[in-house]
């Protein structure tokens, strides 16, 4: 069985919304335009890359990533990797070793797999519907010191169960991001 990773830049107020730019969200680019850059609270992103099986996305972050993520050679281990989209719309993927899948009832199938881990970028709606229907094993979180107010959030359903998590990695780097692994308990 696979384990499935949800690994997000998240602001203090839990926002994930934009964190690179390119968006009509107001504070897109709040990543990099509002936090000084350190080059440390980047490893866990390499670190996914190696161990990573595949990536797992939604519709509006395939719409984000694929035109962009193919030409970035520090994406070249996401790129050779199988992607996973969830959407009931798309229908000709063009980015290279693209899988659409219908429903979350796939992507538990496709955990039953042989293979690394699962790793959902972005995709705040398919982060929340992973969440709720027990799909989700592990959170990798870079928590910048920011409050943004609005915007997508990672942990924004209000009939959200209850879930506990434990703490099993964390770092807090000069710049004042803080990496927070959690392992989800069952």
Do not use: C
């Not at 984000?64 to 281990?77: G, I, L, N, Q, Y």
């Amino acid at each position: 069985m696979r384990s499935l990773i949800v690994t997000e830049f998240m602001s203090l107020d839990g926002v994930i919304d934009s964190p690179g730019g390119g968006d009509e969200y107001p504070h897109a680019g709040w990543t990099v335009k509002d936090v000084q850059l350190d080059e440390a609270a980047s490893e866990i992103k390499g670190r996914e890359q190696e161990e990573a099986g595949a990536m797992l996305i939604g519709r509006v972050s395939y719409d984000a990533f694929a035109p962009v993520w193919p030409t970035m050679a520090e994406f070249a281990e996401y790129n050779a990797m199988p992607k996973y989209v969830v959407s009931s719309t798309l229908r000709d993927p063009q980015w290279q070793n693209t899988t659409v899948l219908r429903s979350l009832d796939e992507v538990a199938e496709l955990k039953q797999g042989d293979g690394g881990a699962i790793l959902v970028h972005g995709s705040a709606t398919l982060a929340q519907g992973l969440a709720a229907a027990g799909l989700v094993d592990r959170y990798h979180l870079l928590i910048f010191p920011i409050l943004l107010g609005g915007g997508k959030r990672l942990f924004a359903t209000e009939d959200a169960d209850k879930q506990k998590l434990t703490l099993v990695e964390h770092t807090t780097y000069a710049n004042g991001v803080q990496l927070a692994v959690y392992d989800v308990v069952r």
